[in-house]
């Protein structure tokens, strides 16, 4: 079978090439896969920023979808023929993040998903909704999953409460998307007009252009009558969370996805305004299963900018370093 592997940091030190075919053991499932998406993380992880002490060669990539062609011993959950994503993290099923389900992560804990053909634990195989494409069912392992877990598990997202996200990749439009889903207002931010418009397309009631507007988080305020928003998806890290500071209301919730921008963090306003800031790390099974549900119920469909076929998996990678995407970036078998 055919596998992409990382020999080398950079986007050259990717190589497609032949490579065994795994076997299902006990309590595993062979899935051929059919489609896949890409994450920031995974750029990250090509760049060397990620996990700088990675064993090469790697496979990469944490998101895809495919179908179940194969299983191992006493394999209950799942069967042949199922169409299934892997869990981010394979072995986070349900409870508290801990450092033994960390370390089950795809495409940079553990070998990922680039490849014809994955074995995947039968915990960490998730069916996905039915009337989802494969190409839209490859976008909700990672972002959708923490998108969900910011708002819904860890945020008690409620009808009526505002959200504000930043830019418009995948994790900030799955959230723009569940908070409309769940009754919510959803302020949004890019340094793009036409993307904004975009935005608000699909639900945002109010949108700014931090290029033309710096100081975007006094004006957040400004749109919620000098009260600020409920919550932030902060996806831009310590470049960003003095804006998030001063757009969150007192006694607000950021919750922290992204590390875009470097800088520092004057953490005062944390303590004078009583901001829960919370680290948002995908999520757990139990969260895919009932983000899936709400997905199937509301009809709701991902965000796809462009798909490539999985040989240009490298292309797909650029196109993601160019910033020019608006959603998610596939890959198609």
Not at 89 to 115: F, H, N, R, V, Y
Not at 130 to 148: K, Y
Not at 211 to 229: C, Y
Not at 295 to 324: C, T, W, Y
Request: one cysteine or more; proline letters at 5%.
């Amino acid at each position: 079978m055919k596998a992409y592997l990382l020999h080398r940091f950079g986007i050259e030190g990717l190589s497609l090439e032949e490579v065994a075919s795994p076997e299902p053991g006990r309590g595993q499932v062979l899935v051929k896969m059919r489609a896949w998406s890409l994450n920031y993380r995974d750029l990250l992880v090509v760049r060397g920023l990620y996990a700088p002490k990675l064993k090469f060669p790697f496979q990469i990539l944490s998101d895809g979808v495919g179908e179940v062609v194969a299983v191992g011993a006493d394999v209950l959950r799942v069967k042949v023929g199922d169409r299934v994503a892997g869990a981010f993290m394979q072995t986070w099923i349900e409870g508290e993040l801990d450092a033994e389900k960390s370390a089950s992560a795809l495409g940079g804990a553990i070998p990922g998903l680039a490849a014809e053909y994955v074995v995947l634990d039968e915990n960490g195989a998730i069916p996905v909704p039915a009337h989802l494409s494969d190409e839209e069912a490859a976008t909700l392992p990672c972002a959708a999953v923490t998108a969900w877990h910011a708002l819904v598990d860890a945020g008690k997202l409620a009808p009526g409460e505002t959200v504000l996200v930043q830019g418009t990749g995948g994790v900030s439009i799955f959230a723009l998307q569940f908070a409309r889903m769940l009754g919510a207002r959803v302020i949004a931010t890019s340094s793009s007009d036409a993307k904004l418009e975009r935005v608000r397309a699909l639900g945002a009631s109010d949108v700014i252009n931090y290029k033309t507007t710096p100081e975007w988080g006094r004006s957040v305020r400004e749109l919620t009558g000098r009260r600020g928003v409920d919550h932030v998806v902060e996806v831009g890290g310590a470049g960003t969370l003095a804006q998030s500071f001063d757009a969150v209301r007192i006694g607000g919730r950021i919750s922290l996805i992204g590390v875009l921008t470097g800088g520092t963090v004057n953490p005062i306003p944390v303590l004078m305004k009583n901001i829960t800031v919370q680290g948002i790390y995908v999520g757990s099974r139990a969260m895919f299963e009932a983000m899936n549900e709400a997905i199937i119920v509301n009809g709701m469909r991902p965000i796809i900018d462009r798909v490539f076929p999985f040989s240009e998996l490298p292309q797909a990678l650029k196109h993601m370093e160019s910033g020019a995407h608006f959603g998610k970036i596939v890959l198609k078998a």
